[in-house]
Nanobody, 116 residues
Framework: QVQLVESGGGLVQAGGTLRLSCVLS????????MGWFRQAPGKEREFVAS???????DYAVSVKDRFTISRDNAKNTVYLQMNSLKPEDTAVYYC??????????WGQGTQVTVSS
């Protein structure tokens, strides 16, 4: 079965940087599209970024030009580099795996807190 484990969250000041990592185990990582989502308190989970198995990327407007998603198939890992962080980026960040057309597998989440 597929397991996803995120890491790299923490507390950072506004304008700072963090890099999230998510390791997939149990299946062939290179065959999955991967995504990052986030959920702030009292809000619905929202899309942040995605990367196909071929390396094509997509971003939410709110993070475009600040966040970068990447993958290392040799390490079974997807990354989310977050620069110029803002207090409104505070949320629990989740990675998810998409075998075909939907995100069927989710990690447990990692907290990102940006102080002003």
């Amino acid at each position: 079965q597929v397991q996803l484990v995120e890491s790299g969250g923490g507390l950072v000041q506004a304008g700072g940087t963090l890099r999230l990592s998510c390791v997939l185990s149990g299946r062939t990582f290179s065959s999955y599209g991967m995504g990052w989502f986030r959920q702030a308190p009292g809000k619905e989970r929202e899309f942040v970024a995605s990367i196909t198995r071929y390396g094509s990327t997509d971003y939410a407007v709110s993070v475009k030009d600040r966040f970068t998603i990447s993958r290392d198939n040799a390490k079974n890992t997807v990354y989310l580099q977050m620069n110029s962080l803002k207090p409104e980026d505070t949320a629990v960040y989740y990675c998810a795996a998409r075998p075909i057309s939907s995100y069927d597998y989710w990690g447990q989440g990692t907290q990102v807190t940006v102080s002003s």
